[in-house]
């Protein structure tokens, strides 16, 4: 049994505040295109072209997401600002899984023109334990760390929940943590519990491609984050050997999704898939009566 760090996977709604674009000098910018998004817990991962910005790299500031309600056929009118970012995604938290909601995007420029709205699109958020998100350490410790297993009644079965724990990696019982290397923006999977080692498997079309895991060749080295890369853990801690994998499926520049699966049974390298979906697919659909 590794004692739980006691923390909760908490979404949140990143706020920010908006621009005032009543002083608006220059044209707008062309309204971001190709928004969609992936169904969470509890949450939206929205992303879009990053035309807005391509257009006019010296005058892009950042863009303004905007969500409002939607009755499976229209958009409401009264649109609320959820938040702004400079990369084309955003992460929306805090939603009731089951609640539809419409979302748009806004690309503001330096001068504080502001782009028409792109074309609205509707997702609503389900209970999910399959695309599991996972932050940079230091944007989000708490939500930064991931655990396969902790046997915390030492029964030898994996209970629901005890399995695919998001906690802070400051405990040291965490398998591994995500972390953000500043000077490329890129992500990194790093061993933490001092049982777990792990090697990159490669290009997978899906979790189940991960199969058996391989008996060498793992390490305690950092390992990059690619989507639709595999990564295969080897952990040994008092409950005995067990094999994890998991398959990215999206990297952002300050979080991750991926799918993941163990193997509870002591010593066995054949890889039992925990979840349902295999891959972050797309989800919800573009709104043709916005309103």
Known sequence: MRTPFATLLAAAGLVALGCNNTNSVGAPLPAPQDVASVSLNQAIDLYWADNSYASAPSRFLWYRIFSTSYDNVRCGATWQLEGTTIAPEFLVGALTNGVPRCYTVTAVAIDGAESDQSLPWQDTPRPDARNVVLYASATKADSSGFLFWDDANNDGVGDPNELGLVENPSGGIVDFKIDRNNAD???????????????????????????????????????????????????????????????????????????????????????????????????GSMVATPR
């Open 185 to 283: 923006s890129t992500l990194w999977l790093v061993p933490v519990y001092s049982g777990t080692t792990m090697l990159e498997y490669g290009t997978v079309d899906d979790l189940t491609s991960i199969d058996y895991a391989p008996a060498t060749g793992y390490s305690r080295d950092s390992l990059q984050a690619f989507p639709g890369d595999g990564y295969v853990f080897k952990i040994v801690d008092p409950s005995g050997l067990h094999y994890g994998a998991v398959r990215v499926t999206h990297v952002g520049r300050r979080y991750l999704i991926l799918d993941w699966s163990v193997q509870t049974d002591p010593g066995n390298p054949e890889l039992v898939v925990r979840g349902g979906l295999l891959t972050a697919k797309p989800t």
